[in-house]
Nanobody
Framework: QVQLVESGGGLVQAGGSLRLSCAASGRTFSNLNMGWFRQAPGKEREFVAA????????YYADSVKGRFTISRDNAKNAVYLQMNSLKPEDTAVYFCARDRSGAAMMRGRYYNKDEYRDWGQGTQVTVSS
């Protein structure tokens, strides 16, 4: 099992930026594919971005493509989400999680929250208009 702790959320005006961090502990991080998801009030948890263990494969939801960047630092056991040009519709609790099987990307299911486990507690992002 992996323990994941998200941080970096906050209140920002539309057009602003935030950088989220997800710190991992508990097992070898460098061989884990990781994902970011978000959940707005009254809505399903939705995929935001995913990154392979090496960082060589990266995927984004269409709604954030070109504005968000996922990255990782295996030496620091961390994955990041740089969010630029934020919009009010980006307001949500953001979660990181790890690919439970290590095969979600290979199966083309990197966007499916059921492929992930060991969710963090989330960090709130609020974008004001």
């Amino acid at each position: 099992q992996v323990q994941l702790v998200e941080s970096g959320g906050g209140l920002v005006q539309a057009g602003g930026s935030l950088r989220l961090s997800c710190a991992a502990s508990g097992r070898t991080f460098s061989n884990l594919n990781m994902g970011w998801f978000r959940q707005a009030p009254g809505k399903e948890r939705e995929f935001v971005a995913a990154i392979s263990w090496s960082g060589s494969s990266i995927y984004y939801a269409d709604s954030v493509k070109g504005r968000f960047t996922i990255s990782r630092d295996n030496a620091k056991n961390a994955v990041y989400l740089q969010m630029n040009s934020l919009k009010p519709e980006d307001t949500a609790v953001y979660f990181c999680a790890r690919d439970r099987s290590g095969a979600a990307m290979m199966r083309g299911r990197y966007y499916n929250k059921d492929e992930y486990r060991d969710w963090g507690q989330g960090t709130q992002v609020t974008v004001s208009s």
